[in-house]
């Protein structure tokens, strides 16, 4: 493992599956909000956010959410969802992911962390050992500091895909995280 490039890069939160999940050991997974599940404008999950997340429990996989973002935003959105939240987590400080596997009674081994950003969520999932999922963000703010930490990304991205090669999910992660101010105004 190197750090900062992710175990694993899928399209969107959507194309993880329990069976890939279960197939990894994972009995816990860290998992960030914004940008991951919902944008961060979007307060409440819809239907099919509510479905994945139905879908893993039936699968006997557990989710908590790990937000870097204050509490009133991760609680209201977990509201419907009935998860365990852990806000103002400060990713990638591992403090929220420690209480999270020992409130769950688990190891980092049992562990993995699912979210879009490199220097948080990557990082703090490796800190602390876990396996490490990322997915490209929703839709990233446009803001100078958003598109600065998306250039400062691009190696380990790169690095990743020297190793996993997949020409079509490197256009779509480049998609997604490039010329943002054209795309999104
Ligand atoms: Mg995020």
New binding site residues.
Partial sequence: MSFGVPDYIFRDYLSVTPEFLTSLGVKLVIC?????IAPYEVAEPDEVIGAWFASMKAAGIRFVFV??NHSERADLFNKTLGLTVYANAKKPLTGALTRALTDAGLTPKDGASL???IF??VLAGQFKGLKTILVP?IKDKTNFFFRAKRFLERPFIASYFRKHPDDELKAYWNSKTRNLKEKHG
């Fill in positions: 960030d909000i914004d940008n991951t937000s870097n979210g879009d950003q948080t969520d963000p």
